[in-house]
């Protein structure tokens, strides 16, 4: 088979569900257990060699986590691979201590070693865990899995669907390309698959006339999935976890890795729910809900905003501002300051001063100044951000933002979780080669 027709052959592909679910009942009071160890996975269509990959509890993407708005859970990590590793809880504003970055709130998970996280998480919606150490290497080789923080009082829905868009390079044995380290991906868009595809949590049929949540996490190291859907309407309801006030038309995403979209939507076809990647010479499908039947009655309710979390908004007569330009990069003219690819902040490694060291409470502002030739996805660790429009007003709040090559883009923020956060690009081979740094609340 060709490189080009792995891209091509995923349409149609037996997408099969993700393994083990954990329930809130299973969880409530009791320790979840994440071990991280070789599995093999069916990632091309059957009848294709499998892969040899990492995953969680036997399988890749590791099992969907439950857990409750404001409720502690304990979750034991047992690594089983052989490398040193740690679990980050991609979009929780967790404590500090239980982040997962190794050298910064942790040391590193040894091989045949564990470590004792617990959870409260103060905001329901979507978010993802992945490994932290060499994430370059552990997410492209399948450590990662779908976090559901439940609504206290959640929306009427039918069905509740994770929707994980990533990509694999792959051999035509079926294995994992190596090569993780490559300068040249790092110097580039980083590790880019030869094959996609959407991964579902349940991927049962659904019915004309229900009404689907669909939690569309991008769970690729370095790609930018443009994603369109068809087969449904409704509405966009939150971005990286937080509800929109105003819920949004669906049109054509664009989602950098690690952002996730909620979308609540009634199915309108007879056929199939189509999780699609817009390509310059048409419609790639990345996976499919089949439909079958009609359901009873279709609502017709309108898609109500989701509760809101209660994130600060800054004060921006008062903030600290800074600035934290991306630099960089193949075929950049611009001179950097930095022994590496790539730097960020002027600074390119967590061993250096943090680029913002600030009062616990108090608001900042990162303008976030691309001046490289490729996009980045800038995240914050154990915040959320506001983004911010040319005219200084408050939009969207995030945890990744996509920047695009020559963009400013002021973000605002109230630091108000005490403790060592990361900021870095997460395409996880720029971080590899020296995009990220970190702040400091005090
Ligand atoms: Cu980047």
């Known amino acids: 088979m060709k490189r080009r027709d792995f891209l091509l052959t995923a349409a149609g592909a037996g997408l099969a569900p993700v393994a083990g679910l954990l329930t809130p009942a299973q969880a409530a009071s009791t320790a979840l257990s994440l071990v991280a160890e070789p599995v093999t996975v069916q990632i091309l269509p ?23 708005q404001g409720a502690r859970q304990a979750i034991r990590f047992d690594n089983k691979i052989d490398q040193d590793s740690a679990v980050h809880w991609h979009g929780l504003r967790i404590d500090n201590a239980m982040d997962g970055v190794p050298g910064l709130t942790q040391a590193q998970v040894k091989p045949g070693h564990g470590f004792d996280y617990a959870l409260t998480p103060p905001d329901a919606g979507t978010y993802w865990y992945h490994s932290h150490n060499r994430s370059w290497e552990q997410v492209a080789r399948g450590l990662y899995g779908p976090i559901i923080v439940e609504e206290a009082s959640p929306p009427d829905i039918d069905r509740d669907v994770v929707v994980m868009v990533d990509d694999w390079r792959l051999m035509e044995t079926g294995g994992l390309a190596p090569g993780y380290d490559s300068m040249h991906d790092q110097a580039h868009q980083g590790r880019l698959g030869n094959y996609a595809r959407a991964l579902f949590d349940d991927d049962s049929t659904v019915q004309r006339g229900q009404r689907l949540r669909l939690r569309i996490i991008n769970v690729a190291t370095d790609r930018v999935f443009p994603v369109k859907l068809s087969g449904i309407e409704g509405r966009v309801v939150a971005l990286d976890g937080m509800p929109l006030s105003e819920p949004r038309a669906i049109e054509e995403m664009l989602l950098a890795p ?17 999780v699609l990647a817009p390509l310059r010479d048409g419609d790639y499908v990345l996976g499919e809900l089949k439909v079958e039947g009609k359901a009873k009655e279709r609502r017709t309710s309108a898609i109500a905003p989701l509760p809101a979390n209660s994130l600060g908004k800054p004060d921006l007569a008062n903030s600290q501002d800074v600035l934290v330009k991306m630099e960089g990069g193949a075929m950049n003219p611009r001179i950097m300051q930095l022994n590496s690819i790539w730097g960020l902040g002027g600074r390119n490694d967590i061993n250096q001063e943090p680029v913002l060291r600030i009062e616990r409470g108090r608001s900042a502002r990162l303008r976030l100044a691309n001046e490289t030739l490729f996009p980045h996805g800038i995240h914050l660790h154990g915040h959320h951000f506001f983004e911010m429009s040319a005219d200084g007003a408050l939009g969207d709040a995030r945890d990744t933002s996509l920047v695009m090559p020559d963009q400013t883009l002021d973000v605002a923020c109230v630091f108000d979780n005490p403790g060592k956060w990361l ?20």
Do not use: Y
């Open 258 to 274: 690690a952002q996730r979209v909620d979308i609540i939507a009634d199915v309108t076809s007879d056929a199939a729910v189509s």
């Open 46 to 68: 059957d009848g294709n060699p499998a892969t040899d990959m990492l995953g969680f509890n036997g399988s890749s993407p590791g099992p969907l986590l439950r857990l409750k």
């Open 423 to 442: 900021l870095h690009c997460h395409m996880l081979g720029h971080q590899a080669a020296g995009m990220k740094t970190w702040v400091e609340v005090i």
